[in-house]
């Protein structure tokens, strides 16, 4: 680590940039990143390939997949429920041709001597019959499968959201490109010996924020997502899911976790730089827990307790992984050497 006579003779060297200076810094990273972004949407929207629509489909498929478990296993409580207190149904009454029925019977015993079918047509038999209530369930959710399908309340609700989501792969697609926009922007406002530290964390930034990504959509949004509709059920509501709701759910929430999931690498990068120590860190937990609660609360594009508690506990889990990675490399003010 520098001395501060080595950071007094680097910073006498340095051309000093002014507050235009990193405005007009910004601006350049942010057009850039804005280049990388809409590359990324335009191949999205590439035809033949059709990346826009595969990702769509892929997004709803947790939606489908998890409503079709959640209706199956409805039918069958329902049922089990049903066969326990022997619930059968009306009395019904079944009209059978006369001269078919005849004729299976015939089958079944061709000993009797039964009527001619002829002289029976175009009458019919009834018979009073009833179900165990168990048993039409069952009937029912094999041979009609209850609606998987995300429904669309608007003509231009099914257009918003594909374009919605062209725009948040591209992001991610053009990922690599806008961290290392972002990370330069940083570096312009650093000491020459601490820009170094970019180019070291691009690649864990982008590892950070694709794993807070894959996390959230493959492990947080179906447990999520089942947490819900069970809670839909304790209300006694019978749920649906409609498209805009649930791609806007499946988007944002990603987004949230990969960005929050930069938390040890920040705090990692401003102990080497000197701004805090691994005792700030610690000192200051209770106040960062408590504004990780309120941060899940407000990100989370779902209003509801589950959601909130499902980005605060991974983002203090990080937050307590960046103070073992500051103690560790002994990072911070407290460690720099003075003459």
């Not at 961290?179 to 601490?194: K, P």
């Not at 209003?303 to 307590?320: C, G, H, K, N, R």
Request: proline fraction near 6%; hydrophobic fraction near 55%; include cysteine.
């Amino acid at each position: 680590m520098p001395t501060d006579n080595d950071l007094f003779a680097e910073e006498q060297t340095m051309v000093t940039m002014s507050f235009g200076d990193h405005i007009e810094e910004l601006r350049l990273r942010l057009i850039l990143a804005l280049y990388g972004l809409v590359i990324g949407v335009v191949l999205t929207l590439i035809p033949g390939v059709n990346l826009g629509q595969r990702i769509m489909n892929k997004m709803v498929e947790p939606a489908q997949a998890a409503l079709t478990e959640f209706y199956n296993e409805q039918a069958v409580r329902r049922a089990e429920v049903a066969d326990a207190d022997g619930v059968v149904s009306e009395t019904a009454q079944a009209i059978i041709p006369a001269d078919a029925f005849l004729a299976e019977l015939g089958k079944i015993a061709p000993g009797l001597q039964l009527p001619d079918a002829k002289s029976v047509k175009d009458k019919n038999l009834t018979f009073p019959i009833r179900y165990m209530e168990s048993g039409i369930i069952k009937i029912v959710n094999e041979g009609m499968r209850p609606s998987n399908a995300l429904i669309s309340l608007a003509p231009l609700e099914t257009m918003t959201i594909f374009f919605m989501v062209c725009l948040v792969a591209g992001l991610v697609i053009a990922s690599p490109w806008v961290f290392y926009q972002l990370w330069a922007f940083i570096a312009a406002g650093l000491y020459r010996h601490e820009r170094h530290y970019v180019t070291k964390f691009l690649p864990f930034s982008l590892g950070l924020f694709l794993s807070g990504v894959f996390l959230c959509f493959f492990g947080v949004l179906p447990v999520t997502l089942r947490f819900l509709l069970e809670f839909n059920v304790w209300l006694g509501i019978e749920p649906t899911l409609r498209l805009a709701d649930w791609m806007s759910f499946a988007t944002i929430l990603p987004l949230v976790f990969g960005i929050c999931f930069q938390t040890p690498l920040i705090m990692v990068f401003l102990a080497l730089i000197g701004i805090f120590n691994v005792d700030d860190f610690r000192s200051k937990r209770k106040i960062a827990i408590l504004v990780m609660v309120v941060a899940g609360a407000v990100l989370t594009p779902s209003q509801d307790p589950f959601s909130m508690l499902m980005l605060a506990v991974p983002m203090i889990v990080l937050y307590e992984l960046g103070i073992v990675m500051v103690a560790r490399k002994k990072l911070g003010p407290s460690v720099r050497q003075t003459d």
